[in-house]
């Protein structure tokens, strides 16, 4: 790990949880939402003194981290959104994955907390990435009780 920032700019609810519930809300106010994203990806950019040109943000979603991209000159973002969904806290971490896929050995690693808050880390060298994984296969239903929509036979989730 080269270098480290932290930046925060308050922009309150834009991903949230009600108590007890399992689902993450927003309030779709989607331009307050890019906004409290790139500002505060912004700032955490600034605070690196060598922004690499390969990025690793958070990806809620498939559009945001393109935005991310477009803070930093001919900066690429990287992500598996598109493929993986919403993996949370893990998606700057499946960025860089694609990133050293891609070759690059210089990325800024970019967790991003709704609330808002950045931390970005420059790391430098790479790992080779294997994502091959041999498939597994269950049912619609398997499916559902892991899930917890439905209970198993024997009344547990």
């Known amino acids: 790990m080269r270098e480290t920032a932290t930046y925060t700019q308050e922009y309150p609810g834009t991903r949230f949880r009600q108590r007890g519930s399992d689902a993450v809300e927003t309030y779709d106010a989607t331009a307050y939402e890019r906004d409290a994203y790139t500002s505060t990806i912004d700032g955490a950019l600034a605070e690196l003194s060598d922004v690499p040109a390969?990025?690793?943000?958070?990806?809620?979603?498939?559009?945001l981290p393109g935005r991310a991209g477009r803070l930093v000159d001919g900066a690429t973002a990287y992500h598996l959104a598109d493929e993986l969904g919403d993996t949370g806290a893990a998606s700057p971490l499946f960025?860089?994955?694609?990133?050293?896929d891609a070759g690059e050995e210089t990325v800024a690693v970019l967790g991003y907390g709704a609330g808002s808050s950045v931390d970005a880390l420059v790391v430098e060298g790479s790992l080779s990435v294997d994502w091959e994984r041999p498939p597994t296969e269950i049912t619609y239903g398997e499916y559902l009780r892991k899930r917890g929509h439905v209970l198993s036979e024997g009344g547990d989730h």
């Open 54 to 63: 390969a990025l690793a943000p958070t990806a809620p979603d498939g559009s």
């Open 95 to 100: 960025g860089l994955l694609a990133a050293w």
